[in-house]
């Protein structure tokens, strides 16, 4: 998942709808302060999470099934 805002580091959290495909990002800021926290150097920062949109969760589009 591309980041919107490549030029400007920070944690990202993608929030990734299994039914429509759309993936708002949000910044985790409590990522970067609990690295630092710990003195831990992040490298690379990338959270998705999948599930339901609130959008298809409003008009009853159930998300897809995931079975192998």
Avoid: K, W
Wanted: net charge negative.
């Amino acid at each position: 998942m591309p980041c919107a805002h490549p030029d400007h580091p920070h944690a990202c959290v993608f929030f990734i709808c299994d039914n429509c495909g759309a993936s708002p990002e949000l910044e985790d800021r409590a990522v970067a302060r609990d690295a630092a926290f710990i003195g831990f150097q992040v490298a690379r920062r990338v959270v998705e999470l999948q599930g339901t949109c609130a959008t298809c969760l409003s008009t009853g589009d159930p998300a897809p099934s995931h079975h192998p």
